[in-house]
């Protein structure tokens, strides 16, 4: 599903050039649950960036689905986004001024899903999530796991093949990352493909492979469980 | 997903109370104010609209060689030119002569008259609500009736037809009734007659000749009429029929659409002066806006980004907040035109209504008024929609996403600017305000020549039903007068310092044939001591001396000056008409401002008149004891009561009368003062409500200093100082202009102050001290703030 191959990024200050991706290499098949390691700095965030399509690359390739998405504009990106991508934040990013209801519409708005089937797919995803209860409450009227729970119902409503997750975990306890990373199992299982930033060992048991990373380059790659498609 | 849109601009909207509230309050004051001033622009340019072809309607001029300019000219002189060209579509005099007691029924009233050509109708194409303006004025007894008028005789009823009659002797058929005038009209109409009823009067046919300018004149050209040879052969026709063509320098052909500022200067400032004020506003509102908007921004870049990941486009943001600008903006331009109907407009007559008369509101025919509000709403919420926007919106999603504000770190320039520029606006209007409130001081508390203190001036001018007996009676009033004690002196007079008539006339010296162009009137032998008008050569008037000579003259200095006299000596003057009087003169007045300090000191000749000729006098003037001045006046107004007469006595004080001449010019003032306070309050608002959101965002770092140890003044000093030092910057940029701006006005006035450096001080001043206040307000509460709780808050 994803191919990158030597993948480059830079970071120009005024008098430092940093390399964020050096020449970075591997491939996602549909359906794997890949997480990605590594300490601060070493270029997780911005592969994600660059994964998410929120980001350029200065160089190398990005096959996207077999397609080379490397060069595309802001708009080929959007679209490319809006129909593939579902995104889980550590910080849940969700919309202060909507209700849950509202915040997990918003991707069917944009891709111009009709009311009805709206207000259907939203229930039926929040049902799933185990938070219909709260769908008239604000974001700030929640608990950090029942935004997060918002945030992956969120990013799944569209149906997306990718989820890209940027440790959904790092705002939550225990007991409500465990709940998380239960949900994102789930959706893997039911064939979505997630590939996954994180600090902690124990979500990364979660997924099928581990990367790690340093210094914007490839280290080890460790399989946990054998994938097979 | 509008209505997803209006939901979360609501929302949004309520979120942040304080900035919405100052949004509302400084847009709703800022945008009414504008709509009353556009308001009043627009009346002021429509009122004659429905004139039509105006640009081939011209008016002549007659500017003198002594650099004298007036929009008179001799009688016979329409008539020669409408024969001696082929480009006049149609011509009309208009003039004031006498305006007659009009009767209907039981009905006596008098109103403005003017008596026209019958041509009028087709110069001005102005609207008929009865009768035919073609014919109105064909037949020679006839007479066209200003609505209002029409409406106070008649109320709704047709008139056309109904005899009016004049003086008990003259029978007037009503032709016609015009539709409404705008109070802004270049006309102050009431009744309109035809000329030819004046030629039957001997006091007209005496003065229409060669020599006497007392007329205006309308032409209609054709549009391809070349102006300036047409301009030749009317001053070709001066040359040859004038009697006195030397003192002319040139008839010239005004637009009549310049007409009205031609006649009242300060028009031109006050609509100026309005259309400026309401950039300034409208800019300062729309920099609060933008700068309020773009301190949001900062909360919202992350939200933006959220937004495009989840496949929003940058227009949807852009639409978003242009809808929320939008409900802002229109929530404001409804509470603006309440504003503006309920308080704005109808202040706005109080101050020039006495001059250009109230306007009023209605939708029907003001309705474009309404399109500009929606236009300008519309254009606003654009502008403030869409500019922030931008900004943020190039952000990249990455950036975005993680709440990093860096990239946006180049506003502050803007923003400053920004701050810079309405203080800049807020400081010349306070500068503005200064100045002109020293000049018109400097005006009213200046040596005038003569003494207003203590002078009741009574308003004789009253039509008297029986001259014989009102003489009589006013006698008896003026020996009263004479042997009260309280009233030191007395006089009778044709005009009084500020009531002058522009009666012009010329004199010739006939030993050197010197010329002088001298206003006139006449007066009694008391008015130069009732007005302690000191008198520089010669004698004054003499009761004795005087009485049969009616054509004893007293000049004021300039006029001598004027005739290059040293002394008067056996000196005399004659009129230019043939057969004209010597005029010997007998005495030198000290120059004195009879006009407003706007204009110089021109020529002027006293004649005199003995006093009991009630009639052709309009004023009494009595100097009193200061503490009596109310049994005086009680005691003229029952003397002038017991004449039987169709106008009612009224009397003023000399003093109001004076400071009554800067009516317009302090109305000017109280508008500026509006716009002064407006401006300063407004860019206090969006001060206020930048520095709240800054002081917001910078709660972490001012709970690090306290922690570190930073006192309480420190930090407010830390929240103030830039503020206060775009204050001083502002300051510094509107000084010059102000400085420069005024200059130019005051050099408009023949006596004005000069400008003072502590005029400036004031102004900057003023504006520091509020801008200190508010800024201070908001520092105190943020560095008072406990800081453990302010460090949680991040």
């Known amino acids: 599903m994803i191919k990158i191959k030597d993948l480059e990024k830079y970071y120009a200050t005024e ?158 306890d225990s007991s409500n990352g465990n709940d998380v990373m239960d949900l994102l199992t789930e959706l893997n299982s039911a064939g979505t493909t997630i590939i ?17 990373m340093l210094d914007g380059q490839k280290v080890t790659e460790n399989i946990l469980s054998e994938f097979t498609h | 997903m509008i209505r997803n849109h209006i939901k979360i601009s609501l929302r949004n ?78 011509a009309t005099h208009i003039q004031g002569w006498t305006q007659p007691w009009l009767e209907y029924g039981e009905l006596d009233f008098q109103e403005q008259t003017d008596y026209v050509e019958p041509e009028f109708f087709q110069v001005f194409s102005l609207p008929f609500k009865y009768g035919d303006p073609e014919t109105a004025l064909d ?6 009736l200003t609505n209002k008028v029409s409406l106070k005789i008649f109320g709704e009823e047709n008139p056309v037809g109904k005899i009016i009659s004049v003086h008990d002797t003259l029978n007037l058929t009503i032709t016609g009734v015009l539709e409404p005038i705008s109070p802004y009209s270049a006309f102050r109409l009431g009744v309109i007659m035809p000329t030819k009823l004046l030629e039957d009067i001997p006091s007209f046919k005496a003065r229409a000749n060669w020599s006497d300018s007392f007329t205006m004149n309308f032409l209609k050209l054709r549009p391809s009429t070349n102006i300036a040879q047409f301009e030749r052969r009317i001053n070709d026709l001066v040359e040859t029929n004038y009697s006195n063509p030397t003192t002319i320098a040139a008839i010239k052909l005004m637009p009549f659409a310049g007409m009205r500022t031609d006649s009242i200067p300060v028009v031109d400032t006050i609509i100026s002066g309005s259309i400026a004020a309401s950039i300034f506003v409208l800019l300062i509102v729309l920099i609060n806006l933008l700068n309020l908007n773009a301190s949001t921004m900062f909360h919202r870049t992350k939200n933006i980004a959220v937004r495009k990941i989840l496949g929003g486009t940058k227009r949807s943001v852009i639409i978003q907040f242009c809808i929320e600008n939008g409900i802002l903006v229109f929530a404001s331009i409804s509470i603006s035109a309440l504003l503006f109907l309920g308080i704005l407009l109808p202040k706005l007559n109080d101050i020039y209504g006495a001059d250009f008369g109230k306007i009023s509101f ?144 010329q004199f010739y010296d006939p030993e050197t044939d010197n010329e002088i162009r001298t206003r006139y009137a006449r007066t009694d032998q008391g008015y130069l001591k009732t007005l302690e008008i000191p008198l520089v050569m010669g004698r004054d008037f003499d009761e004795n001396l005087d009485k049969d000579e009616d054509n004893s003259v007293i000049i004021n200095r300039t006029a001598m000056k004027a005739l290059g006299w040293e002394s008067i000596e056996g000196k005399r003057l004659k009129g230019k008409e043939s057969g004209s009087p010597d005029y010997p003169v007998i005495g030198v007045m000290e120059d004195f401002h009879y006009q407003d300090m706007q204009n110089a ?107 570190l140890g930073a006192g309480v003044v420190k930090i407010i000093v830390l929240l103030s100082k830039d503020y206060v030092l775009l204050v001083g910057i ?20 023949a006596y004005s102050i000069s400008i003072k450096w502590w005029m400036f001080a004031l102004s900057g001043l003023i504006a520091l001290l509020i801008t200190s206040f508010t800024v201070g307000i908001q520092a105190i509460k943020s560095a008072t703030a406990n800081p453990t709780k302010s460090l949680k808050t991040e």
Not at chain 2, 645 to 655: A, D, G, N, P, V
Not at chain 2, 730 to 749: H, K, S
């Open chain 2, 362 to 505: 209605t939708v029907a025919k003001d309705y474009p008024v309404i399109l500009f509000a929606i236009g300008l709403g519309l254009l606003v919420t654009l502008v403030v929609g869409i500019l922030p926007t931008l900004r943020f919106i190039s952000v990249p999603i990455s950036t975005g996403i993680k709440g990093k504000i860096d990239a946006i770190k180049r506003n502050f320039f803007v923003r400053n600017s920004f701050i810079v520029l309405q203080f800049s606006i807020a400081i010349l209007f306070i500068c503005v305000a200064i100045i002109l409130n020293s000049q018109i001081g400097f005006m009213k508390n200046a040596d005038l020549g003569f003494n207003k203190e203590n002078v009741i001036i009574g308003n004789i001018n009253l039509e008297y039903k029986d001259e014989v007996s009102a003489s009589a009676s006013f006698n008896t009033l003026l020996n009263k007068l004479e042997a009260n004690p309280y009233v030191k002196t007395y006089s009778v007079s044709q005009a009084i310092p500020s009531d002058y008539n522009f009666n012009y006339t």
């Open chain 2, 730 to 749: 502002a300051a510094l940029i509107a000084f010059p202009i102000a400085w420069y701006v005024m200059n130019a006005w005051l050099a408009g006035f």
């Open chain 2, 601 to 707: 000191v021109e020529p002027l000749a006293h004649l005199y008149r003995e006093r009991d000729a009630i009639a052709s006098h309009r004023f009494l003037s009595a100097r009193v004891e200061k503490g009596h001045e109310k049994s005086v006046q009680q005691q003229i107004a029952t003397g002038i009561g017991n004449i039987d007469s169709r106008r009612e006595y009224k009397q003023e004080f000399l003093t109001d009368k004076v400071s009554g001449q800067y009516r317009l010019i302090e109305g000017m003032l109280k508008t500026v003062n509006v716009v002064a306070l407006l401006t300063i309050f407004i860019s206090c608002l969006g001060m206020f409500g930048l520095i709240s959101f800054m002081a917001k965002r910078r709660v972490k770092e001012i709970g690090i200093r306290k922690v």
């Open chain 1, 15 to 172: 008098d430092v050039k940093t390399i964020a991706l050096n020449k970075l290499s591997f491939e996602v098949k549909e359906g794997e649950f890949v997480a990605v390691m590594g300490p601060s700095g070493c270029g997780k965030s911005t592969l994600l960036n660059i994964l998410g399509l929120l980001d350029d690359p200065d160089g190398g390739s990005f096959l996207f689905n077999g397609t080379e998405v490397a060069g595309y504009n802001e708009r080929k990106r959007a679209n490319l986004r809006k129909h593939n991508l579902g995104f889980v934040f550590q910080s849940f990013n969700l919309i202060d001024e909507l209700t849950v209801f509202e915040n997990v519409e918003l991707p069917l708005i944009y891709t111009g899903v009709k009311p009805a089937e709206r207000k259907q797919r939203v229930e039926e995803v929040l049902e799933k999530m185990g938070i219909m209860h709260r769908r008239k409450h604000f974001p700030q009227q929640l608990s950090g796991g029942q935004q997060q729970r918002v945030a992956v119902a969120r990013a799944v409503v569209n149906h997306p093949k990718l989820i890209l997750a940027d440790e959904p975990t790092g705002n939550l």
């Open chain 1, 196 to 212: 996954m930033v994180t600090h902690s060992e124990h979500d990364a048991k979660y997924s099928h492979r581990i990367i790690r």
């Open chain 2, 139 to 144: 037949k020679k007894y006839s007479i066209v």
């Open chain 2, 13 to 90: 909207l309520w979120k942040n109370k304080l900035l919405s509230s100052l949004n509302l309050l400084g847009l709703s004051i800022g945008i009414g104010s504008v709509l009353t001033l556009i308001f009043s622009v627009y009346a002021y340019y429509n009122a004659d609209s429905n004139i039509e072809n105006q640009e081939n309607i011209y008016y002549l001029k007659t500017m003198t060689t002594g650099g004298d300019s007036y929009s008179q000219t001799p009688y016979p002189l329409l008539k020669e030119i409408v024969k001696a060209s082929t480009e006049v579509i149609a």
